[in-house]
Every structure is written in C-alpha cells, then in structure tokens.
C-alpha cells in the first residue's frame, strides 16, 4: 500500500476547536491529497478533537464515490454522462478506485482511527472504542469491496516505528475474524467504568461526537449491529451457525431510529453531504431504473424523499436528480440504521426456517424506513397494506431484500446485499454479468506490486467473487 498520501489535517481543526460549529464548517479541509502526515506523530491532536474528523472523514468516503459505484452496480443510480457513464457500462480501471476510495479509507479514516486508539490507551477507554467501530467499519468496507486487502500489517508503522510501506494482502477470512475481534474489544472499553475524558464532551456546548453525542450505550449498540452485519455476510461459507450469531448480536444492537449511527452534514457551502455536493458540481448521475422502477411500481410515499417526481413518479435519466433527504447540503450519511437491523434479523429468521420471527421483523424494518424518512402513519400503513409490499402470509427472502434495497437507499451496503443473495434480479447493462468487485488501485500495483493479487487490475477480475461471497 502506498500510505499517507491523504490526510485531515488535524491540527487545523484544533486551532477552530473553540466551536464544534467552526469545526465541522472546516469540512473542506478532512481530506487533501496533497500532503503526507507523520504517522508517529499524533500527540499533539486531543481525542476530543480526533474523533470527529474521523467520524466526517467516513461519512464523506462512505457516501462519496464508493456509493456512486455500489448504487450503479445496483442499478440505484443511473451513470449518465462522462466517466460516470462508462462506470455504469462497466468501464471501471484501476485508475479510477484509488484516492477517492482506497486512499481515504487508509490514510485517511483508518490511519486516524489508528492514532485515536492509540492515543487513547487505556486512560479513555470510550474513545478507544469509538475509533475501534469506526476503523471497523472502514476496513469492512474496503474488504467487502475488493476481498483480500492490506490489514494486519498495515498500522505496524504507527504501532513500533519499524513497519513496512509494503503491506500483505490478508486474505478476506482472517479479515472478518479480526474484525470481529476488534469489534469485542470496543464493547470492553465502552463498558468500561474507568474514563478520564468523557465521551459527551462538548466544546460551546456541541458535543464533540458528532455521530452519537457522546451516548456510549449507542455506540454499544452500533457495534453490536455491525458484529450481526459481518456475521450475516459469512452466511454463505459459516452457515446456521453465523445466522444464530447474528440473531445473538442483534438482541444488543439498535433498538428504534433514534439509535441510527449517522453523520449530518453542515448547512455551509463548505460542508456539503458528497451526494449533494457531487450534484452541484457534475450531475453525471440519476435515479436508476431499478430504482425507479420499484419506487413507481409501489407507489412508495418514500419516492419524494430520495427522488425528483413528476406528477408522483419518478423520471429516471431526466436529470432532475435526488430528493432533498439524501441530497441537501445537509443530509445525513447513514453508516448503520435500525431499518437494517430489522432486515437482517428478518433474513437470518427466513434462512434458519423461523418464518413468523422473519416475517415479523420484516414489517418492523419496512416501518422503521417509513418513519425514518418522514412519511406519515396514515401513508405507511396504506403502503403496507399492499400485498406488493406485505404478503398476506409467509415472507421470501426476495420480499425482504428488496425492501431492504429500497431503505438503504444511497448505501454501499446494496451491492453487498446483492452479491450474497441476488436480489433484486439485475439485467446487467454490458455484457452478461454486474461486476462483483472493484480493480485494485494502480499505486497499490505500482508500490506494493509484490503483494497485490495477480490480475487485480484487469476487467476480469471485476466479475471474480471475493471469500464470503461463495457461489
């Protein structure tokens, strides 16, 4: 891996500290490409001030061109105009995955992650294990996104002083394990009884946790979750004995909407959500027609919120774009929502025979979506009424995963969805398959070319599978 090339520019931020407000409106300044960091240097920057850059730095990676290419593969969205055009024909290479992707979640997100955990140590145990769910969170993005990948060596730099810059490709099963190792260990610190600096410190008083407020019992929550997520994803290679894990983790995870691990952007010019912010800039994307189609097809009251309409229905590739929930200024980037929850637990009934539990779930997740993007109660229960949307018995897994495709619109999670079950049923828009992963970076090839796996750069690598997703 070539590390380091972008980073926050941390000690930028201290010097605005005075306002969590002047803080985030120094969004502009998260990720800069330009610069290299010192990574055994972070002594200087405070956890208080750490932590919400890292949490704005996923926010802008996760909703930013890893979920432009997840939500075309998935035919969300609609690729129409200069290189967003040919990602949706395919046309994906290795030049076009690296700083904005692979760059951000390393150097940027999971480096800074590293330091907090690091400078944390065991005197805040809190923050520690709020930047072990987001490097987490982060590096289950990059493996669910090209399999084997750079992890256990990676930080050995940060950690002894003595690393090396080239990294080995962990393969995707010890990934996991670690991951699921990390994420045991950020629940030990967050019930930790022992923490010099309070997690719900605030600064003019803002806290400084721009996710959660500072609220450990939902960050508790929120590793729970993405533990259920991950062991979901290893279902097809673990078998009953991931979807009893995920049914275990989920009885600790999110419990209503109010527990949704979010990050909303600022109203400045300066901060924008990506999605907005890639839309005032060059709206090469739109509504799919996968998307569209179930949207129109439902009469789902949700369509106002995440698409232009006219006359009620969406009009895919017209250009009128998004709705004003996911793409304002300010609109939030959801990391993990109960509405998933929901979903998964409804999968992981429905694939272990629990047909009235699946069911059950199922309902509570469609409603928990309703009511998070603000449709009424009346409008949510005649949409639900419909045997299109709710069945009159039973629940297929295909019921669940659509509707779960629908609620985690914008959400890299879709493509993840799609891979493990196949739903919804795609028509790939080239050729005869949707490419299951993405090209490895041409800097990784170029300065770490002895690790990378072989022909990770070439078209048909892209419709190769990664671990968990077994045929």
Same mark, same amino acid.
């Given at each position: ?89 395919? $046309?994906? %290479?290795?030049?076009? *995955? /690296?700083?904005?992707?692979?760059? &951000? ?5 999971? =480096?800074?992650? !590293? ?116 062991? $979901?994803? %290893?279902?097809?290679? *673990? /078998?009953?004995?991931?979807?009893? &894990? ?5 009885? =600790?995870?999110? !419990? ?216």
């Amino acid at each position: 891996m070539k590390p380091f090339q972008s980073r926050i520019k941390s000690l930028a931020l201290v010097a605005v500290a005075t306002s969590l407000t002047a803080f985030l409106a120094s969004c502009s300044q998260w990720i800069d490409t330009s610069l290299n960091t010192d990574p055994n240097n972070p002594s200087n920057v405070s956890v208080t001030s750490q932590l919400p850059a890292i949490e704005g730095s996923l926010a802008f990676t996760n909703g930013g061109q890893i979920s432009r290419f997840a939500c075309m593969l998935t035919q969300q969205y609609l690729g129409t105009d200069r290189q967003h055009a040919g990602y949706y024909g395919y $046309l994906i %290479t290795e030049n076009d *995955v /690296g700083g904005s992707i692979w760059d &951000n979640y390393y150097s940027v997100v999971m =480096k800074n992650a !590293q330091n907090l955990i690091q400078q944390s140590g065991s005197g805040s145990p809190h923050y520690r294990g709020a930047g072990r769910i987001l490097l987490s969170y982060a590096m289950a993005a990059v493996t669910d996104t090209w399999g084997d990948a750079p992890y256990s060596e990676t930080f050995r730099l940060q950690r002894d002083g003595t690393g090396t810059l080239t990294a080995k490709f962990d393969d995707q099963q010890s990934i996991y394990a670690a991951l699921q190792l990390q994420l045991d260990s950020a629940i030990i610190d967050l019930n930790s009884t022992v923490n010099a600096i309070p997690l719900d410190f605030s600064i003019g008083g803002i806290p400084v946790d721009a996710v959660y407020g500072g609220d450990k019992k939902k960050w508790l929550r929120a590793a729970w979750t993405l533990k259920a997520r991950l062991a $979901l994803h %290893t279902s097809k290679r *673990v /078998g009953n004995t991931a979807l009893q &894990n995920v049914l275990i983790y989920l009885q =600790k995870g999110l !419990q209503s909407n109010a527990d949704n691990m979010q990050f909303a952007f600022g109203n400045s010019a300066a901060t924008p959500n990506p999605l907005f912010g890639f839309m005032r800039d060059r709206a090469d994307i739109d509504i799919g027609p996968m998307m569209e189609k179930m949207l129109n097809s439902l009469k789902d009251p949700r369509t106002p919120a995440f698409a232009a309409v006219d006359v009620g229905n969406v009009s895919s590739g017209n250009g009128d774009g998004f709705g004003a929930l996911v793409a304002s200024n300010n609109s939030s980037v959801t990391f993990l929502s109960y509405a998933e929850a929901k979903f998964i637990e409804a999968e992981a009934n429905q694939r272990l025979g629990n047909a009235d539990a699946a069911r059950t779930a199922f309902i509570a997740g469609v409603n928990a979506s309703l009511s998070a993007t603000g449709v009424s109660g009346d409008d949510a229960k005649a949409y639900t009424d419909q045997a299109s949307v709710v069945p009159a018995s039973g629940i297929s897994l295909q019921r669940i995963m659509e509707q779960k495709y629908i609620a985690l619109f914008t959400q890299p999670e879709v493509w993840t969805d799609w891979r493990r079950t196949g739903f919804p049923v795609l028509t790939p828009v080239s050729g005869n398959a949707v490419p299951r992963r993405l090209p490895v970076p041409q800097n990784e090839r170029l300065y770490n070319g002895a690790n990378v796996p072989a022909n990770s750069n070439q078209s048909p690598w892209l419709y190769t599978r990664v671990w968990w997703d077994a045929q």
